[in-house]
T-cell receptor
Framework: DAGITQSPRHKVTETGTPVTLRCHQT?????MYWYRQDPGHGLRLIHY???????DKGEVSDGYSVSRSKTEDFLLTLESATSSQTSVYFC???????????FGPGTRLTVT | KNEVEQSPQNLTAQEGEFITINCSYS?????LHWLQQHPGGGIVSLFM???GKKKHGRLIATINIQEKHSSLHITASHPRDSAVYIC?????????????FGKGTHLIIQP
């Protein structure tokens, strides 16, 4: 199994507060991704990174920012959380075959 | 229109039945993925394929590039196969810009 951890695993926060989710990998892979999963929408790409300090937007990037200062860590920040950002967030990394992706365990975020 | 469509959305079957889940896509791809997600659980990659057919245990995945269609088959289904099965595609060679997903097929296998 790919070494991917996410923290926290569960979080409840109030509308308007900042939230940072962390994805940590031990595989030294270049590509990392943040997805959100919602009923009726499935999984959608938020942001991705193709190297340290190199990031790009995905399909649903509004309201989110990311940072990658080290190969092993990819942070997702909600600057001011809204109820529409209640979701399950998954981090993923690419394997040796760049088409292959391995997923972290997910973070369940509830914004009240 | 979604770029990746799955059918059926929900499927209930009896233990031992042969299961087929279908996936159609409308974009050029470098690879197609089948993923499995158990209730409350993480996402596991079952197959990644760009042509032909792959088999792992009781699971078989096929793809027809010309028809832009893939199927996931489960032989001798078992209650532990109950999960959501998700089809996804890599649109750029190397998957650099992430995966595009179908909405999933919720499979329940009854004993």
């Amino acid at each position: 199994d790919a070494g991917i951890t996410q923290s926290p695993r569960h979080k409840v926060t109030e509308t308007g507060t900042p939230v940072t989710l962390r994805c940590h990998q031990t595989e030294n892979h270049r590509y990392m991704y943040w997805y959100r999963q919602d009923p009726g929408h499935g999984l959608r790409l938020i942001h991705y990174s193709y190297g340290v300090k190199d990031t790009d937007k995905g399909e649903v990037s509004d309201g989110y920012s990311v940072s990658r200062s080290k190969t092993e860590d990819f942070l997702l920040t909600l600057e001011s959380a809204t109820s529409s950002q209640t979701s399950v967030y998954f981090c993923a990394i690419s394997g040796k075959n760049r088409d292959e992706q391995y997923f972290g365990p997910g973070t369940r975020l509830t914004v009240t | 229109k979604n770029e990746v469509e799955q059918s059926p959305q929900n499927l209930t079957a009896q233990e031992g039945e042969f299961i087929t889940i279908n996936c159609s896509y409308s974009v050029g791809i470098s690879a197609l993925h089948w993923l499995q997600q158990h209730p409350g659980g993480g996402i596991v990659s079952l197959f990644m394929l760009s042509s032909g057919k792959k088999k792992h245990g009781r699971l078989i995945a096929t793809i027809n590039i010309q028809e832009k269609h893939s199927s996931l088959h489960i032989t001798a289904s078992h209650p532990r196969d109950s999960a959501v099965y998700i089809c996804a595609v890599s649109k750029v060679e190397g998957g650099a810009d992430g995966l595009t997903f179908g909405k999933g097929t919720h499979l329940i296998i009854q004993p």
